[in-house]
C-alpha cells in the first residue's frame, strides 16, 4: 500500500496515520522525493481503505499488490515524463533518440559526434567517460577531464549527455556535468550506488542486468525511488543466454511487459543487445515498434578505431539512416 501524504501534513497528523497503520499490521517506509512524501507499507493484512481514508494528512491510497512499489503503475496510472530542460523530454509520447560513441576519446570524435547529432536533430549524446570493461588491460575512459570537455561542447550546441556512472565517489565529480546518470549492466544490483543516485536530483537510467530479471530491474529502479529521486528511466540492453551468435540477446519482450508493469519511460539498447552493427537496425526498429520510449545506440566517425565495442557501433551515415527509418518507424507504430 502506497499512502500519499499531503503537501503541509502536520507532524502530529503523519504520527497518528503511522501508528494507525502499524496498529493494522503493517511495517512502513517514509519516503520523500523532490515530487512527495509517501507511505510504503509492507504487509499482508487486508482491510477497509476507509478505516485510514478519513484520516487528516493524506492525500490519496492506492493499494498496490505487487512487492515492489513506487515504481509500479498499480499505483501511478499516469506515465512518468523525464524534462531534461531546454524542451528535452523523455517519455511524454515521443521517440528520444540517444545516440554517441561507447567511450569518449578526444575532443576532436566528440566535435564531429555533436555535429552528426546536431545535423539530425538528436538533442542526447551519450558516451562514457568511466568504461567497465571485461579485460583491466581495456581501455577504461577519459575520466571527469573528458567529461568536462564533452560538457562544454555539448552546452554550447544544446546537447544533453548521459553518461555512465560507476561507483559512488564519481557522482559529486559527475554532477555538473551530466543531464541523466547511467547505471551500467554490471551494477544494476550495486545497491549502494541506487541508493546514492536516490539523493540526487537529475535523471538516472539504470539498464538491466546482464543476467538480470526484469522484476530485478523494476527492483533496482525501486530503490533509487524511494531513496527520493522519481527521474528515473528503465533500459533494456540484452541479456546473457545460451546463444553465442550475438553478444547478448535483447529482451524484446521486456519492452510492453515493463511498460505495462511500469509508470517510468523505457529504452533499449540494440548496440549492446546484439553486438553485431550488420544487425543493430533490425533490432532497433523492433525496440520502436514494441513500444518503446526512446532508444540509445553507439555512433563513432570512423567504427573501426573506436576505442571500444567498434564491432557494434555504427558509422556517421549509417546512424543516419538509422535515425531516419527510427523516426518512420515510429510514425507508423502511433497511427495504429
Ligand atoms: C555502455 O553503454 O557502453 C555499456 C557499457 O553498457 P552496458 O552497461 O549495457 O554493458
Ligand atoms: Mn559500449
Known amino acids: 500500500m502506497i499512502i500519499q501524504l499531503k503537501k503541509n501534513i502536520a507532524t502530529s497528523e503523519k504520527e497518528a496515520i ?10 512502513t517506509t517514509e519516503v520523500k522525493t523532490q515530487q512527495g512524501d509517501y507511505l510504503v507499507c509492507i504487509g499482508k493484512k487486508e482491510f477497509d481503505l476507509r478505516q485510514l481514508g478519513h484520516m487528516a494528512g493524506i492525500e490519496d491510497i492506492h493499494r498496490v499488490s505487487d512487492d515492489y512499489k513506487l515504481v509500479s503503475r498499480k499505483w501511478k496510472v499516469n506515465r512518468t515524463h523525464i524534462d531534461l530542460g531546454d524542451g528535452v ?8 533518440i540517444m545516440a554517441g560513441p561507447c567511450s569518449i576519446e578526444n575532443e576532436e570524435q566528440v566535435q564531429q559526434t555533436i555535429g552528426h547529432l546536431v545535423k539530425n536533430n538528436v538533442r542526447i549524446m551519450r558516451g562514457g567517460v568511466f568504461k ?3 579485460s583491466p588491460y581495456a581501455f577504461r575512459g577519459m575520466g571527469v577531464e573528458g567529461l568536462k570537455m564533452w560538457h562544454t ?3 554550447k550546441a544544446g546537447i544533453k549527455i548521459i553518461s555512465e556512472v560507476m561507483q559512488v565517489s564519481q557522482i559529486e565529480a559527475m554532477y555538473d556535468y551530466v543531464d541523466v546518470f547511467q547505471v551500467g549492466a554490471r551494477n544494476t544490483q550495486n545497491f549502494n550506488l541506487l541508493d546514492e543516485l536516490g539523493r540526487v536530483d537529475k535523471a538516472v537510467m539504470i539498464k538491466r542486468g546482464i543476467s538480470g530479471t526484469i522484476e530485478e530491474l523494476l527492483y533496482s529502479a525501486e530503490y533509487v ?5 522519481e527521474k528515473l528511466i528503465l533500459c533494456e540492453r540484452g541479456i546473457r543466454t545460451y546463444e553465442r551468435a550475438s553478444r547478448n540477446t535483447l529482451d524484446v519482450n521486456a519492452i510492453p511487459i515493463l511498460k505495462e508493469k511500469t509508470h517510468l519511460p523505457v529504452v ?20 520502436v515498434m514494441a513500444g518503446a520510449d526512446g532508444i540509445i545506440y553507439e555512433t563513432h566517425q570512423k567504427p573501426e578505431e573506436a576505442a ?3 564491432q557494434q557501433t555504427l558509422n556517421f551515415e549509417e546512424s543516419e539512416a538509422l535515425i531516419r527509418k527510427l523516426r518512420k518507424t515510429f510514425d507508423l507504430r502511433i497511427s495504429f
Open 18 to 27: 503511522l501508528n494507525k497503520v502499524k496498529s493494522l499490521g503493517y511495517k
Open 89 to 96: 523530454t523523455i517519455g511524454n509520447g515521443s521517440l528520444s
Open 132 to 134: 567497465p570493461r571485461s
Open 153 to 155: 561542447l555539448a552546452r
Open 225 to 229: 525511488f524511494s531513496a527520493g529521486n
Open 268 to 287: 533499449a539498447d540494440p548496440s549492446h543487445g546484439i553486438g553485431i552493427r550488420e544487425f543493430v537496425d533490425p533490432i532497433a526498429l523492433a525496440i
Open 308 to 310: 571500444s565495442d567498434g
